[in-house]
T-cell receptor, first 111, second 118 residues
Framework: GNSVTQMEGPVTLSEEAFLTINCTYT??????LFWYVQYPGEGLQLLLK?????DKGSNKGFEATYRKETTSFHLEKGSVQVSDSAVYFC??????????FGTGTKLQVIP | SAVISQKPSRDICQRGTSLTIQCQVD?????MFWYRQQPGQSLTLIAT?????????ESGFVIDKFPISRPNLTFSTLTVSNMSPEDSSIYLC???????????????FGAGSRLTVL
């Protein structure tokens, strides 16, 4: 079935460090790809998305590129802040496909 | 995007009791989704609730344990029945929205209902 694999956390970084959270997906069909973020005590929020190969989603300094050749959608940010501390979920699907979530990666940014 | 209100936001429940979670959306939507997020884990889809028909349950979830109502296009409830400590989770209501013509449908979530079963 459809699945999403993302790197296990927790990831601990110092403020202003570079962030990469890896995500790969099963290539069945032509899924849309998403990153959702869950701040402490809150529900999930859409962070960014990409709908087709080579699309780049971006928001709040975060970026991810839909790589069909490597079936990847890695999340990156050049300089993280303490306020970025949250759990990040990679997901695939949408439209006629059910959305499948990865297991989540907890990011902790220390001052 | 849609605004989703869930209540209760959290509750502590006794084993063997049942609790109903309410989900209110500020716009009419065709499908509403109920997810479970167990401690430290990802989201698992419980069921899809369509207005005017029975909910569609995912593998491993049954109507007797998680009855769902969908009386109109803006409201749904999920009941967790005969609770045990294994039911301690965050339960999330969600709707799917089209971002733009031809754009990806994305899920919008409520803030969740955190249940602790003693």
């Amino acid at each position: 079935g459809n699945s999403v694999t993302q790197m296990e956390g927790p990831v601990t970084l110092s403020e202003e460090a570079f962030l990469t959270i890896n995500c790969t997906y099963t290539a069945t069909g032509y899924p849309s790809l998403f990153w959702y973020v869950q701040y402490p005590g809150e529900g999930l929020q859409l962070l960014l998305k990409a709908t087709k190969a080579d699309d780049k989603g971006s928001n709040k300094g975060f970026e991810a590129t839909y790589r069909k050749e490597t079936t990847s959608f890695h999340l990156e940010k050049g300089s993280v802040q303490v306020s970025d501390s949250a759990v990040y979920f990679c997901a695939r699907g949408g439209g006629y496909q059910k959305v499948t979530f990865g297991t989540g990666t907890k990011l902790q940014v220390i001052p | 995007s849609a605004v989703i209100s869930q209540k209760p936001s959290r509750d502590i429940c006794q084993r063997g009791t049942s609790l109903t979670i309410q989900c209110q959306v500020d716009s009419q939507v065709t499908m509403m989704f109920w997810y479970r997020q167990q401690p430290g884990q990802s989201l698992t889809l419980i069921a899809t609730a369509n207005q005017g028909s029975e909910a569609t349950y995912e593998s491993g979830f049954v109507i007797d344990k998680f009855p769902i109502s969908r009386p109109n296009l803006t409201f749904s409830t999920l009941t967790v029945s005969n609770m045990s400590p294994e039911d301690s989770s965050i339960y999330l209501c969600s709707v799917e929205e089209s971002q733009s013509p031809g754009g990806a449908n994305v899920l919008t979530f409520g803030a969740g209902s955190r249940l602790t079963v003693l």
